[in-house]
């Protein structure tokens, strides 16, 4: 969901964007440990550069937060519990205007999410359509 976006320069863009991802079996295994995100949200600025009038060039950066269910193996099995990841994610892509509305856009994030005394950090490649009220 795209909050705002300015244009500040004929060719500087500016804005807010938030968002809400479900998980949908994407288990990360790492030494043993299994984390299966439930669901994901963000919310993060962006600046970018805007090409010809149709394609922004951008980074991003923010806050994010992802509740997962969490596998560690211990002696007596394995443990399976909920848990809250908070960190941030800063991130780049490419967007361009397809009609006068409606673009698409291509985007890479990285995120730590370690704040739980926990190394846990995500790398995604995100791709999408957008319609800018």
Same mark, same amino acid.
């Given at each position: 969901?795209?909050?705002?976006?300015?244009?500040?320069?004929p060719?500087?863009?500016?804005?807010?964007e938030?968002?809400?991802?479900?998980?949908?079996?994407?288990?990360?295994?790492?030494?043993?440990?299994?984390?299966?995100?439930?669901?994901?949200?963000?919310?993060?600025?962006?600046?970018?550069?805007?090409?010809?009038?149709?394609?922004?060039?951008?980074?991003?950066?923010?806050?994010?937060?992802?509740?997962?269910?969490?596998?560690i193996?211990?002696? %007596?099995?394995?443990? #399976? +519990?909920?848990?809250? /990841? =908070?960190?941030?994610? $800063?991130?780049? *892509? &490419?967007?361009?205007?397809?009609?006068?509305?409606?673009?698409?856009?291509?985007?890479?994030?990285? %995120?730590?999410?370690? #704040? +739980?005394?926990?190394? /846990? =950090?995500?790398?995604? $490649?995100?791709? *999408? &359509?957008?319609?800018?009220?």
């Amino acid at each position: 969901m795209e909050i705002n976006n300015q244009t500040v320069t004929p060719n500087i863009v500016l804005g807010l964007e938030g968002s809400f991802n479900v998980g949908a079996s994407d288990d990360i295994r790492r030494n043993g440990v299994s984390i299966n995100p439930d669901y994901s949200f963000d919310l993060s600025a962006r600046a970018g550069y805007l090409i010809g009038g149709k394609t922004l060039i951008y980074a991003r950066g923010g806050y994010e937060n992802m509740r997962a269910k969490v596998r560690i193996p211990s002696a %007596s099995g394995v443990v #399976s +519990n909920r848990e809250t /990841f =908070d960190g941030w994610t $800063v991130g780049g *892509g &490419v967007e361009r205007a397809l009609l006068d509305k409606v673009s698409a856009r291509l985007e890479y994030r990285y %995120s730590d999410l370690g #704040s +739980n005394g926990q190394k /846990f =950090d995500r790398h995604q $490649v995100l791709a *999408g &359509v957008g319609y800018h009220f």
